[in-house]
């Protein structure tokens, strides 16, 4: 439908008539002037009855749009000239090539799609992306964008639009609350920090665009590859991100793969040796003795690279009782977090237990 | 146009990283309040709170009498600019403008009339037809203003806009954005790191530190009275010389000695909270316009008066910055007038502190020992 509002809305800079486009019952769809939208036009069924294509009353001239073998618009313009049944011929015309441009879209789409979810088989995507003049040798990567699924449908838009020039990028909706961005990367084949620049830039800037409408979004950046028929990898990667992000990095709005870090090694891990490795570590759940204001003082511990004068300072409280929380944490959990290798044991600890409880949650989440 | 409460806002994230702490604060309808910091203070995740785009932990935040806590960033009635103009490179400046409008489906003439005004206020009518590519750094900032302005907020709210700009189009856009403000008689909060951003655009500056507000005062209030020495090191540029220094007091005299030097208070610091510290070791601050070299101040004030070796001259044209160390152990800043100055590398200079714009610290707390 969009299509064809457009090719009015040209239209109206080109003619200085009113033309519109029907549906078969006479319900205006598209008008070059847009009050007409929503109307319908009696004259409809008549023009539908005649053997002939072009048809007319005192002051408009109808004619029948076939899109394949069936009828399926009728356009008018205001006009009995002569010329104006050439107008209509050139306007179907132009009505036909953009339905049909539309209709490869969507089979392009819809063939990325199977790309991304493996469903094409390997050997055929490069033919098949040939005749959707896809260039399998570019180098892409792939953005997950995750939001609410009240705003799903308004982050496509917005997408879509930021990246209307289909070279540079492919935004397609996964789900409702899923968008995707194949993203052309041939700009970032050159040196590591070129890839880096490209990656923030581009991740910040779809983040801020978002932003600046108002929505909250989550975006999974996946791995660089270098062919088309790659994308599917750059895909789970950049859902991967998204989920080990979430888990580990809860006000992080861009995890990328590459940078995921700790949370990466333990994602892959069994629950039984996660939990194993807890029960070792935090004995009788030591972990839960520690109050809020004792684990607020360890995050800021090791934000500070286990400092203690520039950790009191940052917390603003006296070094005295830094030290005495410290050694709180040490009467707790055997762990002595001013020593080097029971600060490495605790933070990976740490990291552990939110992923188990990660698991856990999501458990619940299930059964409900 | 809009007043803004936040009241004991919070802003905890999972594993106990507090980003925010206890943030109150009242902004006038039609202030420019500006939020400033260093990098990782709390003050970007403030303003994301405003705008809805973070969750707030505790306390409330209002837009004039409404609690907007639970409130979808689209209906908060507010308009964000970012330091990414985040503008769609393949569509017209008009288009851009328009674009969030077309969003919420608003008339088209609603749109047009809204997009013309702005364009005029902005002076950009004539790149109306123009795409991103085709504008400067400084012509795509007025068009991500341009976008705030046609949703005809009731709170501007902007993070770091001009980061992406160079050192003099920023000067020329601070000057622009303050203009702006004047015109369009609107709450504005703006985020920055950049001090004198912050000095020359905001009716009101909150200074951050680790999600803690410092100081809320005007920007003269600030540089004049800083409440701690935080505050009095990050605003201002050079920023202010920090000494150890010991108070000493003789009947009703007080003074302050370090590396020998030995200055005379003026009357107003003979209170109680400094002759109480008689014998301690405090903060002195004194801003580098506050010592100087010019002869007839020197030999003047007596009092203040010290010398020292100069390291560096640094000239800027209209003032004069020198390097200098004091018993060749204590280094300090000193902005002099190059018309009169005559301090040169190598050189002894005999410089003295101006009293009456000098400030007192504790050294435990660090906050200002005279309110």
Not at chain 2, 123 to 146: C, F, N, T, W, Y
Request: net charge negative; with cysteine.
């Amino acid at each position: 439908m969009e299509e064809i509002k457009k090719c009015m809305r040209q239209t109206k800079t080109i003619l200085k008539q009113d033309v519109g486009v029907m549906d078969t019952n006479g319900l205006v769809i598209a008008s070059t002037d847009p009050e007409n939208e929503g109307r319908t036009d009696s004259s409809a069924r008549a023009v539908m009855m005649s053997d002939d294509v072009f048809s007319g009353t005192a002051d408009r001239t109808y004619m029948k749009v076939a899109i394949g073998e069936q009828f399926k618009y009728i356009l008018y313009i205001q006009s009995d000239e002569p010329s104006a049944r050439i107008y209509l011929e050139l306007i179907a015309e132009w009505i036909k090539t953009a339905v049909k441009e539309r209709g490869t879209d969507a089979e392009k789409e819809l063939f990325t799609k199977n790309v991304l979810l493996e469903n094409e088989l390997q050997g055929e995507i490069p033919i098949k992306a040939r005749e959707y003049k896809i260039n399998c040798s570019e180098a892409r990567i792939v953005f997950v964008v995750r939001s609410t699924r009240e705003d799903g449908a308004e982050v496509l838009e917005i997408l879509q639009n930021f990246y209307s020039d289909s070279e540079s990028a492919c935004v397609l909706a996964m789900d409702e609350t899923t968008t995707i961005i194949v993203l052309n990367a041939e700009e970032a084949i050159g040196s590591e920090d070129e890839r880096n620049i490209f990656i923030e830039n581009s991740a910040k800037s779809v983040l801020d665009c978002l932003n600046n409408e108002g929505l909250t979004v989550f975006i999974g950046v996946g791995s660089f590859v270098s062919l088309f028929q790659h994308i599917s990898k750059s895909y789970r990667d950049a859902m991967l991100a998204l989920r080990v992000g979430k888990i580990f990095e809860k006000n992080c709005y861009i995890s990328r793969y590459d940078k995921l870090g700790l949370g990466r090694l333990i994602y892959q891990l069994p629950a039984t040796l996660c939990q194993m490795f807890i029960d070792e570590v935090f004995p009788n759940e030591a972990y839960k003795t520690l109050d809020d204001d004792t684990i607020v003082t360890i995050e800021s511990f090791f934000a500070n690279n286990l400092n203690g004068s520039e950790t009191s300072r940052e917390l603003y409280v006296h070094r005295n009782t830094l030290v005495y929380r410290l050694d709180k944490v040490k009467k707790n959990t055997g762990l002595d977090l001013r020593s080097f290798d029971d600060a490495v044991l605790f933070k990976m600890a740490s990291m552990v237990r939110t992923y188990l409880e990660y698991l856990e949650t999501s458990k619940d989440n299930m059964i409900r | 146009m809009a007043s803004l409460s936040f009241q004991h806002v919070y802003k905890k994230y999972d594993g106990g990283v507090v980003a925010v702490s206890d943030f109150n604060l009242e902004v006038a309808d039609k202030e420019f309040v500006i939020l400033v910091g260093p990098s990782g203070c709390g003050k970007s995740t403030t303003l994301r709170m405003l705008a809805g785009l973070e969750d707030i932990s505790e306390g409330e935040i209002y837009i004039e009498d409404r609690v907007i806590n639970d409130v979808l960033p689209k209906d908060r009635d507010i308009a964000m600019v970012f330091q990414n103009y985040a503008l769609y490179p393949h569509m017209t400046v008009k288009d851009n403008m328009a674009f969030s409008l077309k969003l919420k489906k608003m008339p088209k003439e609603e749109i047009n009339r809204r997009v013309s005004e702005a364009a005029k206020i902005l002076e950009i009518e004539h790149l109306l037809d123009r795409k991103p590519k085709a504008l400067s750094g400084g012509q795509r900032q007025r068009v991500a203003l341009g976008r705030a302005i046609v949703r005809d907020p009731k709170v501007f709210l902007m993070d770091e806009p001009l980061s992406n700009l160079d050192a003099k189009l920023r000067v020329q856009m601070r000057v622009e954005i303050t203009k702006l403000h004047h015109r369009l008689k609107t709450t504005f909060i703006y985020v920055t790191h950049d001090q004198t951003e912050a000095m020359t655009m905001g009716t009101r500056i909150v200074v951050m530190k680790d999600g803690f507000i410092q100081q809320v005062d005007s920007p003269t209030e600030l540089y004049d009275n800083p409440v701690n020495t935080f505050v009095a090191g990050f605003i201002g540029m050079p920023p202010m010389n920090f000494i150890n220094a010991t108070i000493n007091v003789e009947g009703s005299d007080v003074y302050v000695s370090f590396e020998n030097v030995t200055v005379r208070l003026p009357e107003r610091y003979a209170v109680e909270e400094v002759m109480e510290r008689d014998g301690q070791e405090v903060i002195f601050g004194v801003r580098p316009e506050a010592i100087t070299d010019e002869a007839t101040f020197v030999t003047d004030h007596p009092d203040t008066a010290f010398s020292a070796d100069v390291d560096v001259v640094e000239m800027l044209g209209a003032e004069t910055y020198l390097y200098v160390t004091v018993n060749g152990s204590l280094p300090l800043t000193c902005r002099v007038d190059p018309t009169t100055s005559q301090s040169a590398v190598g050189q002894v200079v005999d410089l003295a502190i101006d009293a009456n714009r000098i400030h007192l610290f504790d050294k435990d707390t660090e906050q200002s020992i005279i309110s």
